[in-house]
């Protein structure tokens, strides 16, 4: 791709992850900031590479288009032969980063958080593609408290026909802390791929209570090491987190919000278009 590189100039790293880096850089000539992440590696056998989790992201973030989800300017495939099957996307860059769980947020912020993340899970799942990786360091947000989706490395599109059984597979992908109890442990908890979508609000459930409480909400904050069993044994084997974990100064249509994204059973958990017109949301969350 042209000179790309001489285009842009590295300011810092923002972050690290699974597939790459991702850069805050600078348009020498406009000198607009962006983020820009490098996936590096990218198998290149042909026969994996149109599910492999770079190219899943890179087909997904070509596509998209919302207010709620990070907007991609540009991807750039193979950007200097030296560096094999590379591939950088560059994004629009938010100034507050990703959600921070140190603090506890406010009923009426949160509100104002869970109606963005939903209205970004409504358009996804209402175009096939389920996130699979929600949380807060997959949250972003601008000084405003505007929050957007991001993070798509391990994503997938659904390739459902009407009438078949040719669900995609979520796969043991994704974060076991904030994975729903079916996807979790499917022997105990009768996995049905056609509740995939509900695995995202889930998620979406764990990470709002954790913005409230200020700590990762299903264990004391003291306990630093959590293990796959530890959660097996709190989301499937337990009551359902939200009988116990949700404090006392929450008020009832919070507590009544939080048990529909954490309801166990994924046939009986409210989708993110129901969620969008639950009370908590819709009395809270002024903005449009
Ligand atoms: P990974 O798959 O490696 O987790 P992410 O896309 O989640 O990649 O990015 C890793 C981290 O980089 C994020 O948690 C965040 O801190 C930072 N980051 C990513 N994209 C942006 C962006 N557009 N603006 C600001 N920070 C970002
Ligand atoms: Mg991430």
């Known amino acids: 791709a042209d000179n790309f590189f001489l285009d842009f100039e590295k300011i810092c790293v923002l972050g690290h992850g699974n597939y790459g880096t991702v850069y805050k850089v600078r348009h020498k000539r406009t000198s607009e900031i962006y983020a820009l992440k490098i996936i590096r590696d990218i198998d290149c056998d042909s026969e994996s590479q149109s599910t492999s989790p770079p190219s899943q992201e890179t087909k997904i973030l070509g596509f998209i288009d919302s207010p709620f989800i990070i907007k991609c300017h540009r991807i750039f495939e193979q950007l200097l032969p030296s560096s094999g099957g590379s591939i950088a996307i560059l994004m629009e860059y938010m100034d507050g980063g990703t959600l921070d769980t140190r603090r506890s947020f406010s009923e009426s912020s949160l509100a104002h958080i869970a109606y963005q993340v939903l209205k970004g899970l409504e358009y996804l799942h209402a175009c096939n593609i389920v996130h699979l990786d929600i949380k807060p360091s997959n949250l972003l947000v601008d000084r405003d408290l505007s929050v957007k989706i991001a993070d798509f490395g391990v994503s997938k599109i659904l390739s459902y026909v009407h009438g078949s059984d040719n669900y995609c597979d979520s796969g043991d992908v994704g974060t076991y802390a904030y994975m729903s109890p079916e996807r979790l442990d499917r022997d105990s908890c009768r996995y049905d791929p056609k509740y995939v979508y509900a695995g995202d609000v889930w998620s979406l459930g764990v990470t709002l209570l954790e913005l409230f409480v200020g700590h990762f909400p299903f264990f004391p904050p003291e306990k630093k090491s959590i293990s796959w069993m ?12 939200a009988s116990w974990c949700i404090p006392e100064a929450a008020s009832e249509d919070l ?18 278009s129901q969620l969008l017109k639950h009370p908590y949301v819709l009395s809270r969350s002024r903005s449009d």
């Open 230 to 241: 530890d959660l097996v044994m709190v989301t499937c084997l337990g009551e359902p987190p």
């Open 255 to 272: 507590v009544s919000f939080i048990k529909c994204c954490l309801e166990k059973d994924p046939s009986k958990r409210w989708t993110a």
